[in-house]
């Protein structure tokens, strides 16, 4: 039988500003999108109906129904295309990311699902096309389906290259409590201050130094191994280290992999209860 495979990239927020509250509910924010060479794994293969198995060490307790954002995005471009286009599949994701963890993981899922379709059935459309296409099932999915460095503006949809910011291949460190953070009750706490833009220039790297995540306080609040984790990246010296998106996932970003090897050996030895994934930016 023949399987189709497509990766779910693990995503980053380098920078999240968030700029203002939105009468929808929703807030403005402007943030830098990057992409680590690893994540969930999806698999599908021709089938009589549709089908989702999530396996793997994160998969417990997940839907594996229609309202999984895995078969929400099958459906949509079986929806727009026609089932003689998009035919039925078996799918099955292994999630290697935790959940409610700041770093794409639903969305990233999602835009493999997407990028799989697109592959095998629907290889007429691009980037964008598709990213219109599926962003209404969630705004970091537009980003996601690239799934490469990019800045994200409104709710981090409106996505805009990045060509001055060079860091594919980037060592970086990935490190989690495992204790999930909803992303709903810290936007709520966010405080209201808009601290400012999130610039764009020549020396993009110079700048990420004086970027920032605002919604780092309002999750420490929540989950306060946030800041341990912080505080244990910075003492190994990485040029870079931040909490991703709503948390409660924070990177490391080092010059050299060897760097990062040794830090996420030592964490592990230090903290063995933590999550922790190795790789590079994409």
């Known amino acids: 039988m023949t ?4 990766t779910g990239w693990a995503k980053i927020n380098l920078a999240l500003h968030v700029r203002a509250r939105r009468a929808d509910g929703y807030h403005e924010i402007e943030t830098l999108f990057a992409f680590v060479d690893d994540g ?3 698999e599908a293969e021709f089938a009589e109906t549709d089908s989702l198995t999530i396996r793997g060490e994160f998969g ?3 839907s594996a129904g229609g309202d999984n954002l895995v078969m929400k995005t099958l459906a949509l471009l079986r929806d727009r295309y026609g089932a003689d ?11 290697k990311l935790p959940v409610a963890a700041g770093i794409g993981g639903g969305s990233a899922d999602a835009a493999a699902m997407a990028r799989l379709v697109r592959r095998h059935f629907l290889s007429e459309l691009g980037d964008a096309a598709l990213a219109r296409l599926v962003s209404s099932l969630g705004a970091d999915i537009a980003a996601c389906v690239a799934s490469a460095t990019c800045l994200g503006v409104g709710v981090g949809e409106e996505l805009s290259a990045v060509p001055d910011l060079r860091l594919g291949g980037t060592p970086v460190l990935l490190v989690n409590p495992r204790q999930p953070v909803a992303t709903g009750p810290v936007f709520a706490a966010w405080d209201g201050i808009d601290r400012g833009p999130l610039f764009t220039g020549a020396d993009m790297r110079a ?5 920032r995540n ?10 306060p191994a946030i800041a341990d984790i912080l505080l244990e990246l910075g003492a190994l010296r990485p040029w870079l280290a931040r909490m991703s998106g709503s948390g409660a996932t924070c990177f490391a970003l080092f010059d050299a992999a060897a760097e990062r090897d040794t830090a996420a050996a030592l964490l592990a030895e230090r903290h063995p ?4 994934m190795a790789g590079a930016l994409r």
């Open 85 to 95: 286009r998009v035919p039925p599949l078996a799918v099955t994701l292994t999630k």
């Open 3 to 6: 399987a189709f495979r497509e």
């Open 207 to 211: 700048q990420l130094f004086g970027a």
């Open 60 to 62: 417990e307790g997940l």
């Open 214 to 223: 605002d919604l780092q306080r309002p999750a420490i609040a929540q989950c």
């Open 273 to 276: 209860g933590w999550w922790s």
């Open 40 to 42: 969930d794994a999806i």
